[in-house]
C-alpha cells in the first residue's frame, strides 16, 4: 500500500514563509512526476506546480516567483518552497504523484492535505 504524507503546514502572516514537505511510502518500485495542489473554501482544487521525475518543474502563474518545488528521490519527497506568502494563498494544499508499484502502471496518488493559512 502506497501512502503520501504531508506536512509543514502552519498559519502565517502575509510576507512570510513556508515549506511543505510530501514523502510516499509503501510498496514503490518507482516515482514519476509529483505535485502540489490546494484547494480553499468553495473553490476547486488547482494546480500550484508540478515536477518531472527528470525535475522539471512548472509553476502555476499565482505562484511563479515566489514557490519553488523540489524533490528528493532517495528521500521519496517533494517540498514546495512558499515566500511571499499572501492571503490568497490561503487553502488545504494536497501532494500528488504518480507511483509504479510492481505493475508497469503509474496509478495517481494523493496525500490527505495541509493547511496553510496565511492571516494578520
Known amino acids: 500500500q502506497v501512502q503520501l504524507v504531508e506536512s509543514g503546514g502552519a498559519l502565517v502572516e502575509p510576507g512570510g514563509s513556508l515549506r511543505l514537505s510530501c514523502a510516499a511510502s509503501?510498496?514503490?518500485?518507482?516515482?514519476?512526476?509529483m505535485g502540489w495542489y490546494r484547494q480553499a473554501p468553495e473553490k476547486q482544487r488547482e494546480l500550484v506546480a508540478t515536477?518531472?521525475?527528470?525535475?522539471?518543474?512548472n509553476y502555476a502563474d499565482s505562484v511563479k516567483g515566489r514557490f519553488t518545488i523540489s524533490r528528493d528521490a532517495a528521500k521519496k519527497t517533494v517540498y514546495l518552497q512558499m515566500n511571499s506568502l499572501k492571503l490568497e494563498d490561503t487553502a488545504v494544499y494536497y501532494c500528488?504523484?504518480?507511483?509504479?508499484?510492481?505493475?508497469?502502471?503509474?496509478?495517481?496518488?494523493w496525500g490527505q492535505g495541509t493547511q496553510v493559512t496565511v492571516s494578520t
Open positions: 509503501g510498496s514503490i518500485f518507482s516515482i514519476g512526476g
Open positions: 500528488h504523484a504518480f507511483i509504479r508499484q510492481t505493475s508497469e502502471t503509474y496509478l495517481s496518488y
Open positions: 515536477i518531472t521525475s527528470g525535475g522539471s518543474p
